[in-house]
């Protein structure tokens, strides 16, 4: 790419402050970004990373017009409404998708009997396709892949390399697994029978509902009976675990690290921070939000935000928080006040014996 | 299947309650269940989840039978002494496993020299076994697992696709190893020399005892010399961690995302709830159990229950936490009292002047 | 191996106490040891597991010099400055490395086209090459690994089996990637649009820099723009996450199960122990150390040592786990100090009436 400060400017819509002339020959981040490079903001405040970036030419949200100086940090700003939203229009303009090649089925590649393939889907080399499989179009099935026995795949759907999918598996339509997630295996259930964990069979499976992303190295196990189910719209970030029985709404959020017990339900849009942890047969109330670290071993209500282990709503988890900070002191404080009315109580005694004496 | 509740009571040798005829042709859970399936329900308390069930007939424990009311439920009620035992025997009865189909070796699996694969044992489509590995009987090493150079394994064991053993891995019995396992990469341990991590060299293995399971995604690192010992009938979930010279005793429970540094060792039927962590060096007693997110960095005694990081006594952590949440209420409390003090004082200092004007 | 403590003595320039002629056949560790056997102690106290040791011959500090008595052991003890140092010495003179067969491309590996090997690499049986990689000398590349198109490895680098590149990814020279680590996922990111989570597209890539070796199961996201970078001599453990964007310095050390939310940079020398989680955005000064389980989420200053989520000065952590310990107890001083101080009242109040009827 090679253009002005003042093109991107009508391009986005926006209205430039600064040099119009400004040449711009790329797209970085702000913290990246060089003299020519354009880059975004999308905070009204504060101001300072947009003046320590070293970006020549920056888009910002219309809200930062009235206090940024652009002559002054001698840059070129472009204000609009959604800079974020401007940024990715220019990226997808300057840096198209390269268009998807079509090879079909790789000759190394390992197919099995009654395997049917859609149309414009490539089963890339090394991938191994289970009997009984059904696959739709235009998905991509990447290299060492293994998909089992009587698995279900819908259109467009993207498996990253060394990805599992268990027998008896269903993905429906524009799902990406990435690289080494695993579906479908055995729920981690147990009768102790005699001193020895017995293994519980799990004759049920696991569905992945339509525009569902689930991360690199995540597994969802399959249930006991029936389905362990994931809404659609659902994104799933790296190394999470979700158990069997799980029936997840639409449009959850689940960051890294997430582990879900088993037979956790959850309403739609509730949003899991890193490395949260909830106990099984928990509910999770429709978007409720749960920070970085929650444990949860009861159910929430939904549209509440909650904090800690065990999770309590945000604002009563920083009261406590506080709290505890300030515990040292309080111990010393209340040390105090008991030496003070200890000395109160031997003045009342002595003034009291001085009476009696009188 | 297709069968009546007053039959499946006669199987299980149960005693009914309600319609005997009623028609039952499939196996469900209790929350899924329709009116023409059967489900269980395993505990004397509360019996809500059985009013709200919809499904046609229960399974339910005889501690149950005299509080429930199977007319007005308007359900089938067949009173056990073990539902859960009872419910799994007519699953295994109306589903029974496949019989597996004995292929051999797949004729693309890859094969070093001097290996040595027992009767009726399958090696997957794209499965790797390195030089002198010696494979037991009936065992199946699924597509795209790596076996490497002189590991031994037993037999009825289960390797599942993309499980990973670096060399000299030594797997018992009856050992089920999930999809994206790795067992036997590197411990984590470097010198630091001249402002460098040198790396220990790792010439231990790993020992993986019989009738262990062990999840997808886990992995369990070899030790410095010796080996990292997993315990018979040690039941270990996904994306558990067991670090370094490890030595886990026999039917110890470890549930999902887990982490277990360096040279822990534990008793007997210890149980770690999800995402538990002990520190390194740590003995876990045997029967001790671990509640979810507990941290651990000393010894723990036998047969008590813990929660918490740093981990406590369950009824320690309980009355911690229910002061934690009064806390702030306490410290409003000290501030009143010493408020009241400090008034009392001003009293007796004011008595005190009065007595010495008189 | 078959020597003497004598002769170990020598060969190590340590000094000898105990019998100098003590066979020795092996080495183990001090747990581990047998009488015929020769381990090692670092720590200058406690003695107690070298005189619990079955060891018969211990490489120990100096500093144990005066307080042992190899004869009351029974054992033979060798005294250097660094018995770790020492032991690692002997174990790669008696056991050292096996050399590595250079045998070039496995007939069953698959190279894509445009693809550099350097001398002396291996790509083994059933590893996947992508088109446009360049891969350097003395590598090895395991079974079913893949590596994405335009990948970049350097020198002497070992890509253990079935881990994953996603294309254009950069791993400079000497790092070791172990088993099922995925290196280039796509970024966790979102726009909620009209109820829907929109992908924001990753363009960015991974550099991995010298001398880093990164854990099984470990995945580090590829950036929106530009790259996520891994210091130079930067170890990172089994089953970490690192988000996109993250800038990670020189010889961090990164144990398992931590995560870094997206954007953390580091500087050098940071340790971060098992299943710490730091927020996004957030800055790790350098020479900073995290204790397992802390949760961070605001930048951190260097050369300071913090535990508890939130994060807090270790010192400051502990008093209050201290005195969250002795919470519960507090509560009951302050409740006696109450009623105390009421008593006291009451007494004054009286006091003043008997005053006021004089």
New interface residues.
Partial sequence: MQTTAGEIAARVGGTLMGDHARMIIG???LH?ARGDQLAYYSKVAPLSPVERSTAGTIIAPLGLRSSADADRLGKSLIFVDDP??AF?EL??EY?P?PTREVFGVAS?A?IGTDVQIGSGTNIH??A?IGNDVWIGKDCDI???V?I?EGCRIGDQCEI???A?L?PGVQIWNRV?L???A?IG??G?G??QIN???E???H?GTVVVED?V?I???T?I?R????ATRIGA?T?I???V?V?H?CNLGK?N?L???V?F?GSVTTGDYVVCA??V?I?DHVHLGERSVFG??C?V?KDMPPDQRFLG??A?VDR?FF??????????E??Q??KS??Q??LQ??A??DA??ADRSAA
Avoid at 223 to 226: H, I, N, P, R
Avoid at 319 to 328: D, E, H
């Fill in positions: 797209l970085a981040t990246q974020q939203a990715l990226l997808f840096f998708a190394t390992e080399p090394g191994r990447h290299s060492g293994s089992g990253y390399p060394n599992v268990y990406r990435h690289a080494c695993v295996a055995d981690f147990y009768r001193g020895r964990h293994k519980i069979p004759y525009d992303e991360g690199a190295g597994t196990d249930s006991f009976l029936g719209g994104k970030d790296n190394q675990v158990a029985n449009h959020i960051v890294s690290q582990g017990a890193g490395q942890g106990a970085a670290k444990g071993h282990a065990p309590e009563d009261r406590q928080t506080m709290s505890l900070k300030k515990l040292p309080l111990r404080q209340v006040l008991e003070l009315v109160l109580q003045r009342l003034n009291a």
